[in-house]
């Protein structure tokens, strides 16, 4: 059967199981409920040094209910979609929130928020799972990157593809599904003699045919590990740094975490009451946007059926909205801004600079390209972590550096952000190009 077949099947199957369980919580007499189902088929082939170390297949899924009975929640799952099963997992969540505490907060989304209106986003893309192929595809690229007589070894090649599809309804009278595919292939490396150093590539999309070629992949593999030989240590110092690319959505992905609202409504965040509040350089903005076509984070509805919007998370460097949930919203005073399960697509306003030119604009200081540790304190802001990279002079890479921390606080570095280069990361969920922070404290040697 084809996975377009598969998929269709499927999607009707999970929508009755769905119905048919929210039926059953009505009748033992739920004041709310909602259901939310999903399967997945894929294969994951993993080879290292030309051998075949991993072929794993799934062909899995559950479904989760819950149930609230006068503002009192109880949930079970069951990976069985047999009526009997559903039966008995609609049964012990309607037993469970019998005796749980009363929240006034809990409870399912309001229903004015729920799409009406399912977009496709062309996020289905599937491949056909042929391990043949896969274990060929991953065997290339191990020997593509090996080719380099610098490379020593490698670490394995990993080629993941997956298809699927989501259904979630609830006892508003909202029921609505789609499917769904997901496709990567990474290559990590070895090289070095007495100084062994690691890194690795990666590509990931929604359709196979957008994947970076092998060959882009075992060549960025190449170049990384080999850039970082011969590391040195440097000395404390407190200097500019630019985060590359590839650690720079984590930095914005600080601020996901501040302005989420399980840490608002527990006052675990250093953005308390920051809506409106200036946190940024004034020409920065961070602008949403779930429906991106084949977009790694677009949905037309996030995991409680709530309608998601474009919309600027960051204008003109001021703090345009928190991310809620409709619990994290009610306990606030609010309402949910769509973000039950994550957030979509954030681009990041870059500055319309090469990173070639950020690091002359930086002259001399820190490029950091891989970071450590958890060094990083949501309720205070306080940032101090392991990192590694290279130290530049007059704008050019010098040398390799290893052994160093890097901090500050994250509103010093939100604050102190110069520019922001044009090499955004398409492969993220945050889309942001290298970042310059005017100045950060380097703790080395």
């Not at 099963?85 to 609609?90: P, Q, T």
């Not at 012990?92 to 505490?101: E, G, K, L, N, P």
């Not at 005073?333 to 990173?355: D, E, F, L, P, Y």
């Amino acid at each position: 059967m084809s996975p377009e077949k598969q998929v269709s099947q499927e999607l009707s199957q999970l929508k009755q199981a769905v119905e048919f369980a929210l039926e059953q919580a009505k009748q033992l007499g739920a004041d709310e409920s909602e259901v939310s189902i999903s399967k997945q088929t894929g294969i994951c082939v993993a080879t290292r040094d030309q051998q075949v170390e991993t072929l794993e297949f799934n062909h899995d899924g559950a479904l989760g209910i819950a149930v609230y009975s006068a503002n009192c929640k109880g949930s079970a799952s069951t990976s069985d979609l047999s009526p009997e099963a559903i039966k008995n997992a609609v049964k012990a969540a309607y037993d469970i929130s019998q005796y749980t505490s009363k929240d006034s907060a809990a409870g399912i989304a309001d229903k004015q928020l729920l799409a009406s209106d399912i977009p496709d986003l062309e996020l289905f893309h599937p491949h056909p799972l042929e391990p043949d192929y896969f274990i060929d595809v991953a065997k290339q690229c191990e020997d593509i990157a090996l080719r380099n007589p610098q490379i020593k070894a490698s670490d394995g090649a990993n080629i993941n593809s997956h298809y699927g599809v989501k259904v979630y309804g609830n006892s508003h009278g909202f029921l609505a599904g789609y499917p769904t595919s997901r496709h990567s292939i990474s290559c990590m490396l070895i090289a070095g003699e007495k100084e062994m150093q690691r890194d690795y590539a990666y590509s990931v999309a929604r359709d196979f045919a957008d994947l970076d070629s092998i060959e882009t992949i075992a060549a960025k593999a190449q170049q990384k590990t080999l850039g970082r030989l011969n590391s040195q240590k440097i000395s404390t110092c407190e200097v500019p740094v630019v985060f590359d690319q590839d650690v720079a959505s984590g930095l914005f992905g600080h601020l996901v975490g501040a302005i989420s609202g399980g840490n608002l409504y527990r006052r675990s965040s250093f953005l308390l009451d920051s809506l409106g509040r200036q946190l940024f350089p004034s020409w920065l903005s961070i602008y949403e946007d779930p429906f991106i076509k084949k977009g790694l984070s677009s949905t037309p509805f996030d995991s409680e059926g709530v309608a998601p919007t474009a919309k600027h998370i960051i204008a003109d460097g001021k703090l345009e909205t928190y991310l809620l949930t409709s619990y994290s919203a009610r306990k606030l005073g609010m309402q949910s801004t769509g973000h039950a399960g994550g957030i979509h697509n954030w681009k990041v306003k870059h500055s319309g600079i090469s990173r070639a030119e950020l690091l002359k604009q930086m002259g001399t200081g820190l490029l950091v390209t891989e970071m450590m540790g958890q060094g990083v304190n949501t309720v205070t802001g306080d940032y101090s972590r392991g990192a590694a990279g290279y130290w530049v002079e007059n704008g050019e890479i010098a040398f390799p550096v290893h052994e160093i921390t890097v901090a500050s606080t994250l509103q010093e570095m939100f604050a102190n952000i110069v520019a922001i280069a044009d090499d955004f990361d398409k492969e993220s969920a945050i889309q942001s190009g290298s970042v310059l922070i005017s100045s950060m404290k380097v703790a080395g040697s």
